[in-house]
T-cell receptor, first 113, second 114 residues
């Protein structure tokens, strides 16, 4: 079972920031938080990941709470092409199954014009 | 290198027929994964290769399913005696030895069993 909880859907206006929450209250110290997204009829696309600190790249920012029990993915200026299902995943940093990603149902983000 | 390639993109087959899908990973990636995704669900792990060795198979991978990765390059996933329940998107992904930036997924093969 997925170790994360996400809202099933969210809406965002084009040009505004999209803030996608994720709850991972059972995360352990050796688990990363990863975000992927899946645009219709395509494979999932890696967005960003983090362990403890906030992270930013050209696609998004990841804010992880101090207790690491939740995180927020921020798309600073959402466009129509950001409409997709966004998956929050926790993954072990080491150990026998650290290569495996366990996806939940994700959040369908719809960006409206 | 344009990423992970999967062939075919779509496959319609009659129940009971065998089908084979191919995945070409990113050339320098030694790890290769197969996932299955049904409508409205997230992808589910099927199997994992490190080079040519198949290191894990999910219990979702019944005896009718077999995956190979000869020479540690491309991989094939074969389904024998297809059933309607096999209808799904089959996704392949690859990664380098260090997983820091996650996987790169292909666009998938959509299988419809009629």
């Amino acid at each position: 079972d997925a170790k994360t909880t996400q809202p099933p859907s969210m809406d965002c206006a084009e040009g505004r920031a999209a803030n996608l929450p994720c709850n991972h209250s059972t995360i352990s110290g050796n688990e990363y938080v990863y975000w992927y997204r899946q645009i219709h009829s395509q494979g999932p696309q890696y967005i960003i990941h983090g362990l403890k600190n906030n992270e930013t790249n050209e696609m998004a920012s990841l804010i992880i709470t101090e207790d690491r029990k939740s995180s927020t993915l921020i798309l600073p200026h959402a466009t129509l092409r950001d409409t997709a299902v966004y998956y929050c995943i926790v993954r072990e940093t080491s150990g026998g199954s650290n290569y495996k990603l366990t996806f939940g149902k994700g959040t369908l983000l719809t960006v409206n014009p | 290198d344009t990423g992970v390639s999967q062939d075919p993109r779509h496959k319609i087959t009659k129940r009971g027929q065998n089908v084979t899908f191919r995945c070409d990973p990113i050339s320098e990636h030694n790890r290769l994964y197969w996932y299955r995704q049904t409508l409205g669900q997230g992808p589910e792990f099927l199997t994992y290769f490190q080079n040519e060795a198949q290191l894990e198979k999910s219990r979702l991978l019944s005896d009718r399913f077999s995956a190979e990765r000869p020479k540690g390059s491309f991989s094939t996933l074969e389904i024998q005696r297809t059933e309607q329940g096999d209808s799904a998107m089959y996704l392949c992904a690859s990664s380098p030895p260090t997983l820091s930036n996650g996987y790169t997924f292909g666009s998938g093969t959509r299988l419809t069993v009629v």
